[in-house]
């Protein structure tokens, strides 16, 4: 079965970081671009960073711009979003997906992807 896992996700105060992991099972992450997505209590899905399948690009939303960062470490098949100075309003369940394109560009649009994972929730409050 192909599919993606979220790990890494938990309870933090405001300021404090945590690094989320998307872990890919049967299929190699190398072909894909993978993207995070988050959905906030009462609001809709948002795409917030992706990566290439290369790695040579990325693109972050803005409101997590110079706070988050992804990378992909594809001999561990997995791809991370490190992020630092998390704010309450980053509170969600954030989401991993996976699209088949070895393109140089990915999209932060929930439509091109085809491997979602479950989620895993973060939380940051005082």
């Known amino acids: 079965q192909l599919q993606v896992v979220e790990s890494g996700g938990g309870s933090v105060q405001p300021g404090e970081s945590l690094r989320l992991s998307c872990t890919a099972s049967?299929?190699?992450?190398?072909?894909?671009?993978v993207g995070w997505f988050r959905r906030a209590p009462g609001k809709g899905r948002e795409g917030i960073s992706c990566?290439?399948?290369?790695?040579?690009?990325?693109i972050y939303e803005g409101s997590v711009k110079g706070r988050f960062t992804i990378s992909r470490d594809d001999s561990k098949n997995s791809v991370y979003l490190n992020m630092t100075g998390l704010k309450p309003e980053d509170t969600a369940v954030y989401y991993c997906a996976a699209e088949p394109n070895t393109g140089p560009r990915c999209g932060l649009v929930s439509m091109r992807y085809d491997y979602w994972g479950r989620g895993t929730q973060v939380t940051v409050s005082s």
């Open positions: 049967g299929f190699t992450m190398g072909g894909y671009a």
């Open positions: 990566i290439t399948s290369s790695g040579d690009a990325t």
